[in-house]
């Protein structure tokens, strides 16, 4: 019997990290995609879609199994991630090229950053998982531990267009962004 809750034990250990490292890839990738915004109906930025897809019912999923103090530190990481991506990134960037190197400006127009991007971000990544974990947990105590999908659905929703408008709000209607 112990071997076998050993074996369940390193099991979900194996998945809980697997999730961790599946939202941190998705944080770093929207530090890259996070300008770029697409329109398929209304315009908006790419990488809501990147990571929203993945972190809010990865995070729905380990509030239900593991709580929300579990969840919030995984969103934390999230950001973590994020921000040791944009350094590595931002040093490159910096970094001196080798006089081969005839790229420097196109480096620099993809993957240099604005900080108001970065701000954006981390704001509207916070705020939105926060919300989309208490709304979870909620709405768990509402329907007595019943209706995961419903749950799920709805904090996710909400925390994907909170994450939305901070964003957009932020970066898309800031002066240095537009030009003004």
Sequence with gaps: MVTKNLLDHKYQLMILLTLMVVVSCAMAASAIV???PVQVGIIFPFSNILFS???FPIIDGICEIYGKRLAYYISILGIVAQAIFV???ELSVLAPGAPIWTNQHSYESVLSKSYTVILATVVAFL?????DVYLFQWLKGKTRGKMLWLRSGISSIAGQLIDSVIFIC???HHPQ????
């Excluded at 962004?177 to 003004?180: A, E, R, S």
Aim: hydrophobic letters at 70%.
């Design 127 to 131: 705020v939105a998982q926060f919300l």
């Design 53 to 55: 897809i993945f972190t």
């Design 34 to 36: 996070a300008l770029k």
């Design 87 to 89: 350094i590595f990134i």
């Design 170 to 172: 932020i970066v898309f």
């Design 177 to 180: 962004i537009n030009g003004q």
